[in-house]
């Protein structure tokens, strides 16, 4: 398709997409992986709800159950929802500033692998000698080698310090391609919101993800080669490791949830047909939002003897986040109010998340007094708590973007009746499963239990939360069934196929061509596509002349780093450190190789350039 | 994309800056740069928290060798200095100038290197291994790990150095050099750092 | 990776006058001077030891500000995120390490 002054090398099939360093194939990539991932961290949540429907149950074994709540809780952060949001990220956010790709595509398709073979090491410990199941988080004593010398801790260990790789390159790549790479005239003020959420999150993934590479060097140096950072027989400290983590873990879940926020104003001012209301307060609150992120992380310690002044302080400055997400939610139901509704399924999705959302905010205050916080702690309320952040919060707002963009990505849309169907199982069956959850913690039910007596006033409850469970399972089927319906179905969706579309990706093809826009667009103001709609104009005006566009070349190197670095961490998790060398030479021979062949990419020239549609 | 740059001999003022890439570079640097201060950060912190948890072994107080440090410190600045004239002998395109700095700088981080490791060998004949206590294991790990960032810093420049003799300064070699003189100044900054909290602080007790 | 890049590559149309090595030299000297007191006051031991820590930080923070506003050029136009990034990163150690000095020492 291309010709330049030397030999392009362009692969088809198979190879396209295991050497691509393209961010909207990259973006396909982390949707498809990170779905797959969070069919398997589902299928883990429906046999969780199932040991636990009835009392006394032995659907699984207690070691296999400890497994699976560890397994669900990682998997569905680190491998499910975090790569979907990359996804997001990966295929609207180079579009929505005018760019042509973001500013390191090589560690782009760096990020995805390293990523994808973390998550498939996590995986294999199901098959070769157990999974981690010290819980997500990992504590220990229960984490270290003298309570746990089976390899799962080890899995955990290693298969998230690649993962984080991945994700900590992606933070770096959106934050250099928002800063350098936006089209003439789109001021940071003129940014879509989805855009500003990404930035930010990207700037707490940047900050965030080193506190946790750290805590698994610890943990695995403790583990593997004798270290005494948690051991306190010769002189560490266990509640270093709940710090450490939580200094990541805490950001981690505003890292979740940011871009959730950024869909939803994108999805709500598209829908009511009408302008975000407070845009300004919006930007102002997603910057603090993410700064508070960083200080708060010891209310998850409340009640591990932090004392009373740093429990009032940690206290307070959690209550203080509400703020800043509360202007949020009241931007959003000024943006709405007034507005020419339009009912699409992204827009149900985003009407859902906002009371879901707020009521898990509120439970998030509840649990920030400290001294109440000594009777939730470890009990359902929190589990209910977090779910209807994670769930009801981000995942629907992940349903709604991943609804309102899939035209965008993959040139159909996915059918409205079957979104609306997916809708209405998924919300129903989450207040079912989550809602009564609230009320078993009150009760006194603990977290984390493979299986609880009969008698003790649980058994009605987590029955009905095992059959809302099954309905959210449907629901994801709905989901699983549109997406197959819709690839059957031809490529042909416009350019901006909801109508309505006011940010720059709408004005180009659906499908975006591979160069993204043919002449770089002047962007005149906020929503920059619907600026030049209000002015009768089809399409954005170009800032610069048809000329040659450099496209960078794809490259199997990323792909064999990651393979590597899987092979790496097997050596290190089974002690056979002469495999570990081999996977550690194998990439950085590869780094090797990237630093010394000087590949310029290739141009697409004028005359292969779709006139129409800048 | 480079070749049309300097096909008129001129090598722009600040090459690393000359194209969109390099600016990339520039930036994306910096941005992992702040990354990997949370990195050290956390290091610290843990060291902190754990730095007079010896089990029985020798503490600080009794371990250090001022002198040992006092010259890798004084190697390790000096490094940073000749780095910072390679990188002005870049903007002079002033290719073999800037190589010749460049090599001293390495040879420098390798005298560095082999203090630390003498220092070391020392401390474990004194029981002051990796396993013996809390201390000794974050001591390591974060002294270590500075190390092994000196240690890759010297290998990354040897590839450089062998890459700008053979392809000659441009604008697609520059950035790679400038941002390989962030990270040597960096790994100078950290040690400031290290200096003072783990030896300095460390023998006041 | 647009046609762009031609047009950004600059042609010095006169020369520039380049920095010469002399700032660079005085920076260096001060950070010496800034090492040699620090351990100075570690060995000759005669002052209470909190007053030593507080020197020391002190010594350590205005030695690592040269470095990075000369070495690192960050004190020239240009730098504004590089400044924000790192800014960023040293409040974050700054919370964690006030936090393990809490944690180690009251």
Redesign the interface.
Known sequence: MAHGSHAVKRYTGIMDWLTTVDHKKIGILYLLAGGFFFLIGGLEAIMIRIQLWKPLNDFVSPDTFNELITMHGTTMIFLAVMPVIFGLMNAVVPLQIGARDVAFPFLNALGFWTFFFGGVLLNVSWFAGGAPDAGWTSYVPLASKTFNDGPGVDYYVLGLQISGIGSLLGGINFLATVINMRAPGMSFMRLPMFTWASFVTSMLILLAFPALTVGLVALMFDRIFEGNFFDPSAGGNIMLWEHIFWIFGHPEVYILILPAFGVISEVVTTFSRKRLFGYSSMVFATVLIGFLGFMVWAHHMFTSGLGPVANALFSIATMLIAVPTGIKVFNWLFTLWGGSIKFTAPLLFAIGFIPTFVMGGVTGVMLAAAPADYQYHDSYFVVAHFHYTIVGGLVSGLFAGVHYWWPKIFGRQLNETLGKTTFWFFIIGFHLTFLIQHFLGLLGMPRRIFTYLDGLGFNEMNLISTIGAMLMGVGVICFVINIIVTSAKPKHATNDPWEDGRTLEWAIASPAPEYNFAQLPLIRGYDAYWKEKREGNKEMQPAEPLGPIHMPSPSILPFIMSVGLFIAGLGFIFHQYVVSGIGLAITLICMFLRSVIEDHGYHIEPDEIHAKGV | ?????HA?G?L??EPEK???EG??KV??F?????????????????F????????GGPTAHELFS?TVV?IA??VL??S??TS??AI?AM??NKPKEMVNWLVVTILLGLVFLGLEIFEFVEYAHEGHT?????????FY?LVGFHGGHVAFGVLWIS??IW?VLR?GLT??TAP?IYIAG?YW??I??VW??I???VY??G??? | MTAEHAASVEQPKKRVKHEGPKKHIIAYVFSLILTILAFATVITGDVSVNFVYVMLVLMAGVQVFIQMAFWMHMKDRGHLFPIIGILSGVTVVFTMIIMAVYWAWW
């Open positions: 994309m480079s070749g049309h740059s008129d001129v722009p003022h000359a194209t969109l600016r990339n930036l994306g910096w941005l992992f740069l702040g990354g990997e201060t949370v990195l050290f950060g956390t290091l610290f912190s843990a902190i928290a754990l730095r007079d948890q010896v089990n001022l006092a410190t004084l600045l000096t940073s200095l910072v004239f002005q903007h002079r990796f396993a013996a206590s809390a201390f000794s294991t974050s790990s590839l450089l890459q392809r604008v697609v790679k962030m100044h960096f100078d900054v400031v750092f200096f003072t909290v300095l602080m023998k006041v007790g």
